[in-house]
């Protein structure tokens, strides 16, 4: 098998690969860009939330406690 010629390649083989790789990068790119422009609206969301609920800050009561020693 290694003393035989190697088989012929298609003349269009290395064009079609490049097309598809250079898509391919573009694909990607828009993909990372997408999910950085979904990630950072996600952040500025969720500090917007925090910011107008405070959900660390403790609920008011809703009911009064016993008045004892009257």
């Known amino acids: 098998m290694l003393?035989?010629?190697p088989p012929p390649v298609p003349p269009g083989?290395?064009?079609?690969?490049v097309r598809r790789?250079?898509?391919l990068l573009?694909?990607?790119a828009l993909a990372l860009r997408l999910f950085w422009l979904l990630a950072g609206?996600?952040?500025?969301a969720l500090t917007?939330?925090?910011l107008?609920?405070?959900p660390w800050a403790e609920p008011p009561s809703v009911t009064t406690p016993?008045?004892?020693?009257w």
């Open 3 to 5: 003393e035989q010629a």
């Open 13 to 17: 083989l290395y064009a079609d690969a």
């Open 21 to 23: 790789g250079g898509r």
């Open 26 to 28: 573009r694909r990607r």
């Open 41 to 44: 609206a996600a952040t500025v």
């Open 48 to 50: 917007v939330w925090a």
């Open 52 to 54: 107008t609920t405070r």
């Open 66 to 69: 016993p008045l004892t020693g």
